[in-house]
């Protein structure tokens, strides 16, 4: 996919594997996706986009079981998002996260430009990242909030 708004756009689902794929300059996201269980970006060739990966949960359905290995993650404008995990629901919850072996790009480290991007008052929990290339990003991991 070439060119557009938000890449894929997910609500309230179960079991989403995104493999193998290239989505580049998109305006908005590549992968936007809110209330899941069981989600997989691996072996992506290239998504590019202002906010690459966008992942929240909802009201009445949590985030949980998120695996994000082994893609290329690059950001097409300055002060971009690459990852953005949040959490701001009471009653739902984030959880179970790995982060592992990608390589994330921004264009240039002259403004904020994150690479994995905690946000949200409510708790996200059970994170690993690791193996991560970070080049041209000025926050690597960055929680914007304290959560309770």
């Known amino acids: 996919m070439v060119y557009g708004i938000n890449g894929i756009f997910a609500v309230q689902v179960l079991a989403i594997n995104v493999t193998g794929n290239q989505i580049i300059d998109f305006s908005s996201t590549c992968l936007n996706i809110c209330g899941y269980f069981g989600l997989s970006i691996a072996a992506n060739g290239e998504l590019t986009a202002d906010v690459v990966i966008s992942i929240t949960n909802t009201s009445s359905s949590s985030a949980v079981s998120i695996n994000i290995t082994g893609n290329r993650l690059a ?5 971009g ?15 179970d996260i ?21 946000t949200g008052s409510r708790p996200v929990t ?8 970070f080049s041209y990003i000025i926050y690597g ?3 914007a909030e304290m959560w309770t």
């Open 126 to 133: 059970n994170v690993t990242i690791s193996g991560n290339i």
């Open 98 to 118: 790995i982060i592992q072996g990608n390589t994330i790009i921004g264009v240039a480290a002259t403004t904020d430009t994150y690479g994995v991007l905690f």
């Open 81 to 95: 998002k690459t990852i953005q995990i949040g959490n701001t629901e009471t009653a739902t919850t984030a959880r």
């Open 75 to 79: 950001l097409q404008k300055a002060g």
């Open 141 to 143: 991991n960055f929680l």
